[in-house]
């Protein structure tokens, strides 16, 4: 099996309720960014040891939490030594509204792969866009590039659409399967 880390950041838990229900569908490792924008100790470690790297982050005015940021800057470190050439990466954000510019952020978590040389993931479902579609269905939010979630300002995490994490669970279970294939491609 793959080895698969979830690395992401959460200001008030919905982001992290996505988090877990990618994870649960890759059987990945959950890794949090915490609210000063550090990993805990043996993170580095761990997203080293990675097969498939997932980003998770907050939209917030448009763009990644300034958390998530400032552990993509120290990903500098490893980009110098191309620590993370040919990893398979993916990502996802949620936010408020609907769109709420989600699509800038999954850009940046994209370029942010692209920049260490990575494989890129793509959200893997066709979306719900059709009469029959309810805001519980699989991919309602509509992502390709990446998995997009929404939740009302005020919505609890605990008040998230069961259909969203549904396609957050379906989203970790293709990168899964498409880290497990580009592992025996190398063998
Ligand atoms: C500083 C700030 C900026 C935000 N900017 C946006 C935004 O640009 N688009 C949007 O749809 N929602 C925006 N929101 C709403 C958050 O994306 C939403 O509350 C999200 O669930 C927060 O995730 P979290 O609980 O993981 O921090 C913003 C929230 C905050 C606190």
Redesign the pocket.
Known sequence: MADIVVVF??????????AQAVADGAQAVLLQIDGDGKLPAGGWEMLAAADAIIFG???????A?WQFKRFADASSKVWFAEGWRDKLFAGF??????????YATITYLWTLAMQHHGMWISQGLMPSNNKAATRESLNYVGGYGGLMT????D?S?GEMSKGDLETARAFGERVATVASRWASSKS
């Open positions: 950041h959460s200001g008030y838990g919905h982001t992290q309720r996505v982050a907050p939209t917030y005015m448009g763009g939490s954000t949620n936010s408020a509204a609907m769109n709420g510019d989600k929404t939740s009302p300002t919505a995490p």
